[in-house]
């Protein structure tokens, strides 16, 4: 194996054993292998489209739920990626046999071996170091680690119904680009930009996706405590599967708490309709391990950030979409399916209700639409001088000790500053009682990851509002977290 797509790779270098995030070097193999095969069955369907046939909706969502499944912490079962590489090999031949040119395709979009361990072995011949240039390698993977943030966002407004056909054709003319060894490296270079580019068409894909279906988000106090209730924590991004999940609950008496990235979710005027949406427990995905176990009850994890289970909870660890991990139980349900959530709901009747780890409440809430509804207060302020700057420090947080960086900036920021945040990064400080400047909490939170979309469309507004040339004359710098693909 060898993996470095994400910010703990081992000794800044690469995962070439097992993954600093518990992966096999099988699964990872395994991994390389359904990649691969997702750029044979990309060149197939760009193929396709130039010759003017249309590419189905459930192929361009075979291939981003598939590239999905390979983020890191979404899943570390072997045998989901066996499964899922027979789909896309299945696929390939269906697609095949409608394409009347197949001069020169590549290896990767004619391999038709499904036998596991002829899969295996091509893996180990096909993973990120099969491209000996560095510099080629480099721009592959950067547009590939992109192309999986991507495809994330899409997978999630896929399952609210929304799609873009842009997006979607994209996501595999660039797959398939990296299979070609006559790009020079400025137009690799460009590909990496363009995915850029098509990233923020899928943010916003998503946020349409989100509002439309759940309303604005608008500024909400959170509950950080407990009640005296069976219940589920559900972790991860998917907002469809929370909606089934409280729908079912409901009914049973079984109460839901959100973890990590999934907070978000309590600033949606869809949810508070949910009298067992009981608020936050916990924080960042990689304290789970001990938040999971005095949780108490069974977890659902809809997508990453997964780390290995302590065996003290792993038989009450659900996963569900793109997530897997071996030994847990998989709940299914493709796009546009119903989930039965009825098993987890039952194993949690059988559970103590979560012990209390901390009291309080949170405020978040502060998406575009929010902040825009606000926007004469904020301009009020800045014109006053009572906000001098806006530091967006927006993105991922992970287990290193240096990322106390983070709270030790928010701390010791000057009063008249205003933190922007979206994603798990926001845990760094969102506990830390910094206070307001007029009624204006010092964090604002837009969101999940995906909601630094929020952040751009509010930048725009405020260089609208002032009327200014430039977006980088705002008085907003920025200090960015990364830890996976989703905020490449």
């Given at each position: ?59 361009n ?9 390979t ?17 896309i ?12 040119d197949k ?31 560095e ?27 929304n799609?873009?056909e ?22 690799l ?13 899928g ?66 005027p ?65 796009i ?5 959530f ?53 993105g991922?947080?992970?287990r ?29 400080y ?9 009624g ?22 405020l260089q ?25």
């Amino acid at each position: 194996m060898f993996c470095f797509q994400c910010q703990e790779a081992a000794k800044n270098i690469g995962c070439d054993k097992v993954g600093v995030c518990g992966k096999s070097a099988d699964t990872a193999n395994l991994q390389d292998m359904t990649i691969w095969l997702l750029k044979g069955l990309s060149e197939i369907t760009t193929r396709l489209r130039s010759n003017g046939v249309e590419v189905s909706s459930e192929v361009n969502h075979l291939v981003t739920e598939s590239l999905f499944m390979t983020i890191t912490n979404a899943n570390f079962d072997s045998d989901m990626f066996i499964e899922r590489i027979e789909k896309i090999i299945d696929k390939k031949e269906e697609l095949l046999a409608s394409l009347e040119d197949k001069s020169n395709l590549s290896e990767a979009a004619l391999w038709a071996d499904k036998d596991p361990e002829a899969l295996r072995d091509k893996a180990v011949e096909v993973g990120v170091l099969s491209t000996e240039n560095e510099d080629v390698r480099s721009l592959r993977e950067l547009t590939i680690y992109g192309l999986k943030g991507l495809s994330a966002y899409s997978k999630h407004a896929n399952v609210l119904l929304n799609d873009d056909e842009e997006v979607d054709e994209f996501i595999q003319y660039a797959l398939a680009a990296t299979l070609d060894d006559s790009l020079s490296v400025d137009e690799l270079v460009k590909l990496v930009l363009d995915t850029g580019s098509h990233g923020v068409s899928g943010m916003a894909l998503l946020d349409k996706a989100n509002t439309s279906t759940y309303g604005s988000p608008e500024i909400s106090t959170v509950n950080i405590g407990v009640r005296n209730n069976p219940a589920i924590l559900i972790s991860g991004h998917d907002l469809r599967d929370m909606e089934m999940l409280l729908e079912q609950a409901e009914k049973e008496g079984v109460d839901v708490y959100t973890h990590s990235e999934m907070l978000p979710a309590n600033y949606y005027p869809a949810f508070k309709k949910f009298s067992n949406l009981a608020g936050n427990y916990g924080n960042a995905w990689w304290k789970q391990r001990d938040e999971f176990e005095s949780f108490n009850g069974p977890i659902l994890m809809t997508t990453n950030c997964i780390v290995p289970p302590k065996d003290t909870y792993k038989d009450k660890l659900y996963t569900t979409g793109a997530a897997g991990y071996p030994g847990c139980k998989h709940i299914p349900g493709a796009i546009g399916e119903y989930k039965d959530f009825s098993e987890i709901i039952a194993h949690a009747k059988q559970c103590d209700s979560p012990t209390e780890i901390e009291t309080g409440e949170i405020v978040g809430g502060f998406a575009h639409e929010q902040v825009i509804s606000l926007a004469e207060t904020v301009v009020d302020a800045i014109n006053t001088g009572a906000i001098k700057k806006f530091v967006v420090m927006a993105g991922c947080d992970g287990r290193h000790k240096s990322r106390d960086y983070y709270t030790e900036f928010a701390e010791k920021l000057p009063g008249d500053t205003v933190i922007l945040t979206a994603g798990c990064a926001k845990y760094r400080y969102n506990k830390l009682n910094l206070g307001d400047i007029g009624g204006i909490p010092r964090v604002l939170d837009a969101g999940q990851c995906n909601d630094s979309y929020s952040l751009a469309v509010i930048a725009m507004k405020l260089q609208e509002v002032f009327g200014l040339e430039d977006i980088n004359d705002l008085p907003i710098i920025y200090n960015i977290a990364w830890y996976e693909q989703k905020a490449v």
